[in-house]
Each structure stands twice: as structure tokens, then as C-alpha cells.
């Protein structure tokens, strides 16, 4: 897994590519982004950064902005709320989601070109997916 300091340079890095507007408030919420080891929701990172550079909204619609530019993943919950973490790895991967404490793990592998494969036998083109899988971690049971 890269370190902190290459995570947030490969997303500043994503910003410039995507012609996004690179702003203090934005590299503050990318850097906090970069440090954390799980996906957080716009809310907790909302929380965490302080009241001072973001209103919740601005939060929100920076996430949108790097996750339409790939900066950023988000991942679904059961709840509907959506977990963002930084894309700094390009490879594929799942998660596993723990549903009380929302604790994170990657699945570093991914089962589903089988039944891709399936879709484009029937026809279909531009296939993609999305899989997260929901548990009780060791800790929370
Ligand atoms: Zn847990
Ligand atoms: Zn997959």
C-alpha cells in the first residue's frame, strides 16, 4: 500500500490531469483523505476537518468532483450512506464492510469476470460492476 505522502501526490497529481481547480480547502481535504488507513463518510470527514474551510455541501460536492475524476472511491453501504477513501491504487479490488463499526478491509482479488464474461456473451459491452460484501468484524462481535 503506498505511504501517505505518495497517496497524496498521486491525487494532486489526478486533480492537475482532470483540469480541477487545485484550492486550499481541497488539498486540505485530499491530505486528510491521504492519512487515513479507511474510507470515511462525508460527514465524519466533514467532522474531522473542522468547521473552518468547508461547510458539509462543499464537502459533499468535492467528493462528487474527485470521485467523477477518480480520485477518490466511493463505496455504497447497507445504510445508503456512501464511504470515500483515496484511489491511489489502480488495480480492482472489493471491500469488506463491518456494519457496526464500518472498520474497512480490501478483498484483493476480484471473482467476478466469470459472470462478466456471461454479460458479454449476451450481448453486452462496456461492462463494469460493484461488489462490496458486509460482515461483523472480530472486534465488534
Ligand atoms: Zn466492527
Ligand atoms: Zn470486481
Known sequence: ?????????????SLKKERLRITEPRKALLQLMADQSKPYSAEELHEMLGSSSFDLVTVYRNLEAFEKAGIVNRI???SGKGLFEINAEQHHYHHIICRKCHKTEKLDTCEVKKLEKLASDLGYSEITHVLELYGVCETCR
Request: charged share 30%.
Open 1 to 13: 500500500m503506498p505511504n501517505t505522502e505518495d497517496r497524496f501526490d498521486t491525487a494532486l497529481s
Open 76 to 78: 455504497p453501504t447497507e
